[in-house]
């Protein structure tokens, strides 16, 4: 059931970009219908930015996360709007970044580069879905010109880089960072400056005030402050770590002098950096204010659809530490016969892995403390009622700061409403902890999200591929041919999974504490492709990566975004693999040799 690989080729784009491909065939004239409709209406997977150009332009202080949040924020906006993104480095064109000056010295001509830089961006604004790459002369130009002419009046009806053919145009974004704010803080693109924003402004003003233009250009400036030192630290904390592992520092002296100068450095630029305006003199611009990564926003002439989503996944995310567990359900009874969807229990073999799961959960994620409850232990004489537990019986309880392994931590569980994940999570324990404000948090508490349940097969659900081939032979050939975006009959496709999930995503961006999802093979593929950087369009072809009793750990930071490959085959080095599938098979034989039979009771 591997999808056919859509075409790539930057001249050619695969029509995703605007519809299903399984719908193509619906939108060729036949004698019934010879005036076919040419573009479908678009869905939210697909909707894009509408045919609009947008230049997010990120400012603010070195180590506040700025590389971090753009990059993710581009992953984002492809991942589910379906926008065009590409993502802008000043410091790869500077003169002063690429020479290693960590210095803020001033060019010699501010502009000398950054007219170059700004064809780069007008290249890719003035872009279209249908643009061929340059050629080599100037009659294979004009070919190309004209052929994609013809293509886009075939097969749009409207030439897409039109600017009122918002139908038929995904739109693009472009998002300006520097990754060396340091070398960069004199260049015209930095926006270190009221005068530098103002650069900006009408430097691409000139592309839609043109006369030749055919697109218009929406300008966000978005200023990232961090304000609480402990955030302040976590950042410079990761930053050095990274030195560290890299071999630019070697010992603890080192690392202490390297602190030291990076805070001089900070302060320096504080000293020249014009912060975002709020006397009015900048009232006319439009800017996200992000302090303390959300912690408060402020926002100003944000106004339209992507804007506002732009703002809405900028309150959640943040780049400090933190880590995501993605786990498929216990083999399910409909596993066994290869049955689509349902909501069957899961078998023998997966309650053994519930039980290795609750293991894993309660030492590697929660850092909690086993304990064998005494022969003569009665109910009563425990405090926590979590631990009323059967004499004998193996318990988890809290750890606090004293312990030598340290604190169990606060940790989080998402299941879906299906039968077979609230089983595999069943007995992962979820003991009160006292935190460190006196307050308590029930570690593991289960939250169940609708959001995450499996793919919907419609007619299809309970049947298997063989079934479905002789009762919806269609459906089986146009999955086939285009698995993300074919839905069952009266059921759902990948691009529904994409947009439901969107609001699971937000909220998992936003959190600090680990988070432990046990959901479905489709779900999990979307998620897993998203956090490591793999398009869309290769999530459902993910066969081998999302297997049953294996628990996929994501480490996410301030540097994870450059260790993402892109490629579905090889993850990036965040991605911790833990297979159970060896440990499910070898107690599953030694429980049935022992003489065990039956499910296992469903635990706590």
């Known amino acids: 059931d591997r999808p056919i690989a859509p075409t790539l080729h930057p001249s050619h784009p695969p029509r995703q970009a605007l519809y299903a491909k399984s719908q193509e065939d619906l939108l060729t004239a036949t004698s019934i219908n010879p005036t076919p409709t040419t573009v479908p209406p678009p869905i939210a997977a697909l909707a894009g930015n509408i045919g609009e150009r947008h230049v997010l332009i990120f400012v603010g202080l070195p180590l506040v996360g700025k590389r971090t949040i753009a990059l993710r924020l581009k992953r984002y906006l492809r991942f589910f709007h379906g926008a065009k993104c590409k993502a802008f480095d000043i410091a790869k064109v500077s003169p002063a970044a690429n020479g290693g000056n960590q210095t803020m010295t001033s060019p010699m001509d501010p502009n000398a580069h950054a007219l170059d830089f700004f064809d780069r961006l007008r290249n890719f604004l003035e872009g279209s879905d249908d643009d061929k790459p340059a050629q080599t002369s100037a009659m294979e130009v004009d070919n190309v010109m004209t052929a994609a002419a013809a293509r886009r009046a075939s097969v749009n009806g409207v030439d897409p880089v039109d600017r009122n053919a918002k139908n038929v145009d995904s739109g693009r974004v472009a998002i300006v960072f520097s990754s060396d704010a340091m070398s960069t803080f004199y260049e015209n693109w930095s926006g270190s400056s009221k005068e530098r ?41 990761q930053k050095l770590d990274r030195d560290v592992r890299e071999g630019r520092l070697r010992n603890s002296r080192d690392r202490e002098t390297a602190a030291t100068e990076w805070k001089d450095r900070v302060n320096d630029y504080r000293k020249l950096y014009v912060t975002l305006q709020e006397d009015g003199s900048e009232d006319d611009l439009s800017y996200i204010k992000l302090i303390n990564y959300g ?67 309660a030492q590697h994620v929660c850092n909690l403390k086993e304990v064998k409850t005494p022969q003569s232990t009665l109910c009563s004489d425990l405090d926590d009622p979590y631990l009323a537990a059967t004499p004998g019986e193996t318990i988890w309880s809290a750890r606090d700061a004293s312990d030598p392994k340290g604190a169990s931590v606060p940790s989080r569980l998402w299941t879906s409403s299906m039968l077979r994940t609230i089983q595999t999570a069943a007995l992962i324990p979820h003991p009160v902890l006292k935190l460190p404000d006196g307050g308590n948090w029930e570690s593991m508490s289960p939250r169940v999200y609708r959001n995450i349940d499996e793919i919907f097969a419609g007619d299809c659900e309970g049947m298997t591929p063989d079934e479905v081939a002789v009762a919806h032979p269609q459906a089986t050939t146009l999955r086939k041919m285009d698995k993300i975006g074919y839905r069952y009959p009266r059921g759902e496709s990948y691009f529904d999974l994409i947009s439901r999930i969107e609001p699971c995503i937000q909220e998992m961006e936003s959190y600090t504490e680990p988070l432990l999802i046990v959901s479905h093979q489709a779900i999990l593929r979307c998620i897993f492709a998203y956090l490591t950087g793999v398009d869309r369009e290769s999530a459902p072809g993910m066969e081998t990566q999302i297997q049953q009793n294996v628990v996929y750990q994501i480490d996410l930071d301030a540097s994870s975004e450059g260790k993402i490959t892109g490629d579905p085959n090889h993850p990036p080095g965040f991605v911790t693999v833990h297979d159970f599938r060896d440990e499910v098979e070898a107690r599953v034989t030694e429980r049935r040799a022992s003489g065990g039979t039956g499910y296992y009771p469903q635990g706590r």
Request: with cysteine.
């Open 197 to 237: 924003r103002r650069w900006i402004l009408a430097r691409l003003a000139t592309l839609s005030d043109s006369s030749k233009s055919k697109i218009r250009v929406k300008t966000i400036f978005i200023e990232v402050t961090l304000t609480r030192p402990d955030l302040v630290d976590n950042i410079l904390e």
């Open 295 to 361: 912690e408060r926003v402020l926002t100003n002439r944000m106004r339209a659809y992507l804007p506002q989503r732009i703002v809405q996944f900028l309150t959640a995310t943040h780049p400090t530490k933190h880590t995501i567990y993605l786990c498929r359900h216990g083999q399910s009874e409909y596993n066994t016969t290869g049955r689509l969807g349902g909501n069957s229990p899961i078998t023998e073999r997966g309650w053994v892995f519930a039980e290795i799961l609750a293991r894993f959960a």
